[in-house]
């Protein structure tokens, strides 16, 4: 009979559960690594990473993802993929119940779920998804080989892959709801010095309009005054929601948005249960905290294991 009990389970492959699985592997503790999709998270959304350390000339989002879990293979990861659809945790013993399969069971478990880009909510998006409406450039931008796109957005997403973007389209116009960007300054420099990057400030977007794919993109600015833009593509790069459809909520204590609160450990109000990664509620969202994260949250894991025997 397949294994259903294992004393500790990590919930997701992004940067935090694929470092939880190198630390868990390594340390050879009764592990089990689950993810719905493939691994690597958000990262594979990401064009280039240039501010994670050890690679002096950055690494692309996909590339570092297979070398994570090339890593923590080289340990025996033990890994399957399977869609966690709830989870029981008012016991000791926690249970996940699965979508295609039996029920696993562990001691502890590390919540790294991450999250998922926000949608703007307004009305053509979700119509035109997937045909000139786009969460995630590093997959799209070859599509706008010299045409004209706009990115909504102006957080460290939406400047970085504006500035990706260029390497493709002839034209990028930025879309910001404020007269000026949260990025970091040096992001906001690479941008402002692009000529193929302009800027339309204090504005949002109120309408996707198109038949087979978009066609345009309605503007509102703060003082009421509306336009359109003619463009052939929209990228919305406007921050994050978490992936917490498979969580108890009112157990965990969720934040307002939906976000796991721990302590500086990991751990979440619930003894045995941790959460590393985006997923967490808290303000810098790097692959390097996520990564650190996922460390500290099996040490906690290990302590908590420890101390129940
Ligand atoms: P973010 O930092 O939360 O920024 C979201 C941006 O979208 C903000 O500029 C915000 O405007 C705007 N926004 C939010 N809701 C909106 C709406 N309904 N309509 C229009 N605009 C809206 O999100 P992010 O850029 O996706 O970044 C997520 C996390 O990943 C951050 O912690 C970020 O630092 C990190 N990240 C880091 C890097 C890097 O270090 N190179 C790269 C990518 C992401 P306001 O500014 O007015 O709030």
């Known amino acids: 009979m397949a294994k259903t009990h294992y004393k500790l389970i990590i919930l997701g492959a992004g940067p935090a559960g694929l ?5 868990a592997a390594r340390a050879k503790m009764d592990h089990l690594l689950i993810e719905k999709g493939a691994e690597g998270g958000q990262i594979l959304l990401t064009d280039w990473i240039d501010n994670y350390p050890g690679f002096p000339d950055g690494i692309s989002g996909f590339d570092l993802a297979e070398k994570m879990l090339a890593q923590a293979n080289r340990f025996e990861l033990n890994s399957l993929f399977g869609n966690v659809v709830s989870m029981d945790l008012t016991e000791p013993v926690k249970r996940l119940e699965l979508e295609d399969s039996d029920p696993l069971t562990c001691n502890t478990l590390i919540i790294c779920s991450g999250a998922h880009p926000r949608p703007l909510g307004i009305p053509g998006e979700k119509e035109l998804a997937g045909k000139g ?3 995630c ?6 599509f706008y080989r010299n045409m004209h796109v706009a990115v909504v957005g102006g957080g460290n997403t939406a400047v970085q892959e504006a500035i990706h973007l260029t390497k493709f389209a002839d034209k990028v116009t930025l879309i910001h709801r404020r007269d000026e960007l ?5 992001l906001q420099e690479k941008a402002f010095a692009n000529p193929n990057i302009d800027f339309i400030w204090n504005s949002n977007a109120t309408k996707i309009q198109g038949t087979e794919g978009v066609e345009e993109l309605h503007l509102k600015n703060n003082d009421g005054k509306e336009s359109v833009l003619k463009i052939d593509g929209v990228f919305v790069l406007i921050g994050v929601l978490p992936n917490n459809e498979m969580l108890p909520l009112d ?3 969720a934040d307002a948005g939906g976000f796991i609160p721990t302590d500086l450990e990991t751990r979440t109000v619930v003894p045995g249960v941790l959460a590393a990664g985006d997923i967490r509620s808290k303000e810098v969202r790097q692959v390097i905290n996520a990564a650190g994260e ?3 949250a099996v040490l906690a894991a290990e302590t908590y294991l420890t101390n129940l025997s």
Not at 137 to 142: G, I, K, N, R
Not at 182 to 186: D, E, N, P, V
């Open 251 to 253: 157990i965990l204590k």
């Open 294 to 296: 996922g460390a500290t």
């Open 137 to 142: 450039a590093t997959c799209d931008a070859p």
């Open 182 to 186: 949260r990025a970091t300054k040096i």
């Open 19 to 23: 470092t939880a699985g190198l630390y």
């Open 133 to 135: 409406v786009s969460y």
